[in-house]
Each structure stands twice: as structure tokens, then as C-alpha cells.
């Protein structure tokens, strides 16, 4: 007896115990998110890179006449080239990475269509980041560095009409000029107002894990409690005006562009062209800017802080039974309707039909299911309350109401 009483409570003890570890591990199961996950949102590799490039075809119509001369003789020949090619091959290296626009709603479209309906774990995605910084910046800061560059090559046809001398025709590619081109733009390493705008919503819309952080410290006030008494702080951190390494790197990396283009080095010397004494295979031009626009922000990505900060705005409720109020007025049999607005003055109709030839006019109300009610002729308003018409509203307005 003793030892089935003790079999029957250790039962009950490994049962209770075992329920409240599959409770607890059902707590816990979370969705694991990494790029594969996002990739019926995102593209793979091979089509960014395809969407990176981009060709170019021009052509340069030439004058029809050119000059040659040789000694004191200036002769007036046709142009021996009517168009010059060039061809043009650009990499945007920016298509390479998901913008933080299209990376925060890949992520809101993938919870929506989560099969699992589980929370969201977002370690793997974005490392140490809390999710509203991870949708604002959508990758690490040399991702947005290289998001910032663009490369050209370029190849042009090259006259054939070279300081008064006809050059001989050669073939692709001899007679055609190289070049090259990169430009960079640090505007895309800095984080902007109008990134928090877009990230703060849907960071709050999230269902995370118990693991993921939303939001902490000042992102927290700002994005998530949307505490508006820290607003001037929150705008000088996160709408421009950084300060300490970020906002000496936002003041000191230029805009830059470095062009190498090849040249026709040669000269004309006694009527012939000779090549030059100290030839250059090619020239390059280098171009750095400096500016404050990334240090300072501009009002617009202040007011995307701000616009972060402000609760959604709730849609007002529109009550189905109310209809629309019409004037109608009659002249000769026919019938003219005139929607008014709740302000405006009925007795305004009145007027209106003493303006037409044997004018009178009526109210009437359409409701929302379409069923259109009339008052009667002394301009009494019409019955039902559909058009939600105020006591004494339209009565006893005839046509004969004087004008003012």
C-alpha cells in the first residue's frame, strides 16, 4: 500500500515538472530570423550585382565640314566622321545592400506572413543592435561606405580631325579614348531623421522575442515612449549635428571624384604630328569637396524626428447612417442638385433659385444606401435623420424669401 502510494505521487511530481518545462520552452520558441528568411523579400546576390550595372550607348554628331592645313593652305573638306561612339559601362555599388526603407518592411511583411506567429529573434541579423537602430542603419557602417560609390568606364570614338591633320582610320579599340571614372558620397555612412522616421513605427509594430531589445537609453525615450519632453535632445542626436567622432567624420570626409582619361599623344610639328617628347598615357583629375551639410542637419530630418516621436494618428470613425444634404432647384421642370456642406446656410438656396426663371427649390438628403428623400416645397427639410439636420433647420424657407 505504501509503496503504490509512493509510485502514484512521484508520478504526479515528474508529471507536474515536465508540464512546466514544456510550458516554459513554449514560452521561449521564437523565430530565429536570418537573411535567407527575408530572401522571398530581398534578392539574392547574383541579381543585385545584375541590377548594379549599367550600360550606356552615346553618339556625338560631328560638324559636316572640317578644316585641314597644310603650310599656308587651308582647305574646307566633309567631315570624314558624322557621329562619334561612345560606349559607357557605370556599377553603382549602393544596389549591393538592402536600403534600411526596404529592409524594415521586408521585416514587417515577414511577420505578417510569419506561418509560426512566434516572436522575432533578431540577434542574428543585427548583432548587438536594438531593432529600431538595426532598421534605421540596415548593416554595418562599411556596407553604407560602399553604398556611397560609383565607378565608370568609358570608351569614345576619337576624331579623326586632329589640329588641321586628317588621322589615318584605326581599329576598334586604337582609334577610341579610355576612361574611367569614381565617385564617392559619404552622405549614406550617416544615420538621418528620415532613417528613425521610417525605423520607429515599425520597430514598435514588431512582435520581438524576449531577447531582442527593442529600444534602450535615449532611443528608447525618443522612439519608443515617445517622450516629447526630450524632443530638442532627441533632434540634435539623431537629426544631425553629431558630435564627437561621428560629427568629425561628417565634417571632414569629402565628396570625391577621380577621372583618368587617355589622350591622342601626339603633336603637329611642320605640318606632320609627331609623337609627343614626354608622352602621358593619361591624365587624371582629382576633385574633393568639403561641406557642413552632413554635420548640420537640415530642417527636413529634423522634423522626421520630431515626426518619429508623434503617436499615430487615430482615423476618426465615420458613422455610415449620415448622408449627404442637397439643394435642389427646379426651373422649368428641371432639376438642378447642388451638394452643401454642414455650414452652409440653406437659406442661401432660396436665393440661389430666385436667380432662374420661375425658380423654386426643395432640400433633399442621399443616404449612404442610396435612398434620396425630398422636403417639401416651402423648404421644409426633408423627413428622416439622415442628414442629421438641425431643429428648425430649412423650414419655412419659400422661394419668395427676399435677397439680401
Known amino acids: 500500500m505504501k509503496v503504490s502510494s509512493l509510485s502514484c505521487l512521484l508520478t504526479i511530481l515528474i508529471s507536474t515538472f515536465v508540464y512546466s518545462q514544456n510550458s516554459t520552452v513554449s514560452e521561449d520558441i521564437s523565430t530565429r530570423l536570418t537573411s535567407d528568411d527575408l530572401k522571398p523579400w530581398t534578392l539574392e546576390y547574383k541579381a543585385r550585382i545584375a541590377r548594379a ?45 538592402v536600403s534600411p526603407s526596404d529592409f524594415a518592411s ?53 576624331s579623326r580631325v586632329v589640329s588641321g591633320i586628317i588621322v589615318p582610320d584605326a581599329p576598334f579599340p586604337q582609334g577610341y579614348d579610355k576612361g574611367g571614372e569614381i565617385d564617392f558620397d559619404p552622405g549614406q555612412i ?44 532627441c533632434m540634435h542626436e539623431y537629426a544631425g549635428s553629431k ?21 591622342f599623344d601626339f603633336l603637329k610639328n611642320g605640318g606632320l604630328l609627331v609623337p609627343a617628347p614626354f608622352p602621358e598615357s593619361a591624365l587624371n583629375n582629382y ?20 515626426d518619429a516621436m508623434m503617436p499615430p494618428a487615430q482615423k476618426q470613425s465615420v458613422d455610415p447612417s449620415v448622408g449627404t444634404k442637397l439643394c435642389v432647384t427646379i426651373s422649368k421642370g428641371q432639376k438642378s442638385y447642388m451638394p452643401i456642406s454642414d455650414n452652409f446656410p440653406e437659406s442661401s438656396c432660396a436665393r440661389f433659385a430666385q436667380g432662374m426663371a420661375d425658380g423654386n427649390f426643395v432640400f433633399a438628403c442621399v443616404a449612404k444606401n442610396g435612398d434620396v428623400s425630398f422636403g417639401g416645397e416651402n423648404g421644409s ?3 428622416g435623420g439622415n442628414c442629421n439636420w438641425e431643429p428648425g433647420e430649412g423650414d419655412n424657407l419659400s422661394s419668395n424669401t427676399p435677397a439680401l
Open 190 to 233: 550617416f544615420v538621418t531623421g528620415s532613417n528613425w522616421k521610417n525605423a520607429a513605427p515599425i520597430a514598435k509594430e514588431l512582435n520581438l522575442s524576449k531577447g531582442s531589445t527593442r529600444a534602450s537609453g535615449l532611443q528608447e525615450m525618443c522612439f519608443v515612449n515617445q517622450t516629447t519632453a526630450l524632443i530638442k535632445k
Open 287 to 306: 576633385s574633393f569637396t568639403w561641406d557642413l551639410k552632413h554635420l548640420i542637419s537640415p530642417t527636413k530630418e529634423r522634423i522626421a524626428v520630431s
Open 106 to 158: 521586408a521585416l514587417k511583411s515577414f511577420q505578417s506572413f510569419n506561418p509560426n506567429r512566434t516572436p522575432l529573434d533578431l540577434h542574428t541579423l543585427c548583432k548587438q543592435k536594438s531593432a529600431v537602430e538595426c532598421l534605421a542603419t540596415s548593416g554595418a557602417w562599411w556596407q553604407r561606405a560602399i553604398s556611397g560609390v560609383k565607378a565608370t568606364i568609358s570608351i569614345s570614338e576619337r
Open 243 to 263: 558630435s564627437g567622432g561621428v560629427g568629425f567624420l561628417a565634417a571632414a570626409l569629402p565628396t570625391f571624384k577621380f577621372i583618368r582619361q587617355t589622350q
Open 53 to 97: 550595372f549599367q550600360y550606356q550607348f552615346g553618339l556625338q554628331e560631328q560638324p559636316g565640314t572640317a578644316t585641314t592645313q597644310s603650310g599656308s593652305t587651308v582647305k574646307f573638306i566633309p567631315n570624314p566622321e558624322h557621329y562619334l561612339l561612345k560606349h559607357s559601362l557605370t556599377f553603382q555599388f549602393s544596389e549591393l545592400f
Open 381 to 383: 427639410k426633408p423627413a
